[in-house]
């Protein structure tokens, strides 16, 4: 084989590899959407702060962004919906813990992350986990009663 031909094999052979790199960076998983991921963590330092009042606006954002998920969002959708229907911060702490399931089931199906510095805790009392950005546990499911309760994953 001449120069032509050896030439014409590392061509191909860079034209592969260079398909193959892009193949490989878009199975690299994709953050879940970031207004998803906002509105849920609204939620989730409005009920570690024991208020109810800042709960619904961002359920119903929640809501909105799972239903653009498609069929995968499904279950995303319908907790969002039970939080937003929450009457009182018991009802909404529930749903919650809920949501936070279906997201991290969610995010575990599709390889997703959830964001720069957002982490995954876990409360044992619940026995749910929940998303946060702050470096110090504070837990949704009981607030100020037991904002230190848990860990992060």
Known sequence: MGQVGK?????????????????TSTLV????PAALVTAYLQVQA????????????PAKSIEVAA???????????????????AKDIAA????FGDLSTELVAYAEKTKSGFGPDVKQAYCPMANKPWLQKEKDIKNPYYGSSMLTCGNFK
């Open 7 to 23: 030439t014409m094999r590392l061509k191909d052979a860079l034209a592969l590899a260079v398909v193959i790199g892009s193949l």
């Open 92 to 95: 909404a702490r529930t749903a």
């Open 46 to 57: 409005a009920l570690a702060g024991d208020q109810f009042a800042g709960v619904a606006a």
């Open 29 to 32: 998983a994709a953050d879940l």
């Open 67 to 85: 239903a653009a998920l498609g069929k995968d969002g499904e279950k995303l959708v319908a907790t969002a919906k039970a939080l937003n229907a």
